[in-house]
């Protein structure tokens, strides 16, 4: 069980930061990862790294504009979002998969959230 968090409404061009947390789970030996969902299309991949946080993936649309980080003495994932555009606005949800590699299929993940909405809108 997964828990998102710091979703919200933004103007274009305004950043937030989503958090993803475990309580009573610990995520460091997990690959962890970010994707998000509009109504009527299929949940797309946004961002993974590995355990250590060394090793990161991000989907093209979000290159250069969003930073995966996690820190495992908090037991917590995070996804920086910069220079949002309307476009980016969706349900996002954090997962986790007990693997050593970092995919983008979203059916090789184990755990999921809930999902925390983001708007961006003028």
């Known amino acids: 069980h997964l828990v998102e968090s710091g979703g919200g409404s933004v103007q274009p061009g305004g950043s937030l930061r989503l958090s993803c947390t475990a309580p009573?789970?610990?995520?460091?030996?997990?690959?962890m990862g970010w994707f998000r969902q509009v109504p009527g299309k299929d949940r797309e991949f946004v961002a993974g790294t590995d355990w250590g946080g060394g090793r990161t993936s991000y989907g093209d649309s979000v290159k250069g504009r969003f930073t995966i980080s996690r820190d495992n003495s908090l037991n917590t994932m995070y996804l920086q979002m910069e220079s949002l555009e309307p476009e980016d606005t969706a349900v996002y949800y954090c997962?986790?998969?007990?693997?050593?590699?970092?995919?983008?299929?979203?059916?090789?993940?184990?755990?999921w959230g809930q999902g925390t909405q983001v708007t961006v809108s003028s």
């Open positions: 009573g789970r610990t995520l460091s030996v997990f690959v």
């Open positions: 997962a986790a998969r007990a693997s050593s590699f970092i995919t983008a299929k979203m059916s090789e993940y184990d755990y």
